[in-house]
């Protein structure tokens, strides 16, 4: 699994009168990320695999119950690839002005990550084993430079020690400085 991995997304009920859990796996290649308001990619994580409630007008369709119910849904990581890839969801529609708008929101990331904080747990232990295959070293940054409507992208990657910007036909040696 180079870049697929597996999500595990928990439904259950809050309602006593209908009972209910569900578990659905899916694959991903990518985990798309909010950054508005946050600070930090750990930030960005728990707030991808907290639970919610899905209540209101936003209740979740029960098949078994032939009606709409009141749940709690979370999704966590189960299985990882090798190459792990975030998105940083930086456009978003604005509805009062009727555009698409970039968030040029600052967002701090490591150079080293454990996921283990993020994965699927049975009884307080990781599925699946050991901490040990979870730990990423950061490898590339795909940057856009300009609004949402118009841009150009280059990117950072990792060669050995060295970090190197890929921008158009040009291809710079830069401090890794630069990066973050």
Request: charged residues 30%; negative net charge; glycine residues 4%.
């Amino acid at each position: 699994h180079c870049f697929t991995g597996t999500l595990e997304n928990h439904i259950s009920s809050t309602e006593e009168e209908f009972p209910y859990e569900r578990t659905i796996h899916e694959p991903f290649i990518n985990i798309s990320l909010d950054i508005r308001n946050k600070k930090h990619l750990s930030n960005a994580l728990d707030s991808y695999t907290k639970s919610y409630t899905l209540d209101d007008d936003n209740k979740y369709y029960c098949e078994q119950y032939d009606r709409k119910i009141r749940v709690k849904k979370q999704q966590l990581l189960k299985e990882l690839p090798r190459n792990l890839v975030f998105v940083l969801n930086r456009f978003e529609y604005d509805s009062s002005m009727h555009q698409r708008k970039k968030l040029n929101d600052y967002l701090e990331f490591p150079f080293e990550l454990n996921m283990q904080r993020w994965m699927v747990r049975r009884d307080g232990e990781l599925e699946g084993g050991s901490a040990k295959n979870l730990d990423y070293v950061l490898t590339g940054v795909l940057v856009h430079s300009g609004v949402a409507e118009s841009g150009h992208y280059y990117t950072y990657i990792k060669d050995g020690e060295r970090w190197l910007e890929f921008n158009d036909t040009a291809v710079t040696q830069r401090d890794v400085s630069m990066v973050s």
